[in-house]
């Protein structure tokens, strides 16, 4: 038995942390420009590989027991994940989702309005500044509550 766990890891699996900030705070030197990257003290990404890691495990990491504990782990927030809960948000106004408190839909057509404004002024905001795949998620996303808040309110 204890072959077959020593060929499991083997095999051997890659975990890479693709957070912009270390743990220290600091912005990764992948993630700054190349004139930062040569003045500012170069980091560890954070790779394991098969039970073994690269980077020694700080106080406040949820892998290693820190201050967090495994079962409360939130999601890493970036701008699309900001963005789809937004527009969840909106949906939830319009009467597309149910009311995650009364699990009832209702239709709340100014407070839609609004998170829709939010979402265009986010898109004013960073235009020039986002990936191709953020810009189109944006505009589709966008488009589509546009579409369903005139659809709304036209009855």
Do not use: C, W
Request: glycine share 6%; proline share 5%.
């Amino acid at each position: 038995m204890d072959s077959e766990e020593e060929k499991e890891q083997s095999k051997g699996f890659k975990v890479e942390d693709r957070r912009r900030f270390s743990a220290e705070g600091e912005l990764k030197p992948e993630y700054r420009g190349p004139e930062q990257a040569q003045s500012q003290p170069s980091s560890a990404t954070h790779t394991e590989t098969a039970g073994t890691s690269e980077k020694p495990a700080s106080a406040g990491d949820t892998k290693t027991g820190g201050s967090f504990s495994r079962a409360r782990e939130v999601p890493e927030i970036t701008f699309s994940t900001f963005v789809v809960g937004l527009s969840t948000q909106a949906l939830v106004h319009l009467g597309e989702l149910p009311d995650p408190h009364t699990n009832q839909a209702a239709i709340d057509l100014p407070a839609a309005q609004q998170l829709i404004d939010i979402i265009a002024m986010l898109e004013n905001k960073t235009r020039g500044n986002l990936d191709r795949d953020e810009q189109a998620m944006l505009q589709s996303i966008l488009f589509e509550l546009r579409m369903k808040y005139v659809e709304r309110a036209r009855h």
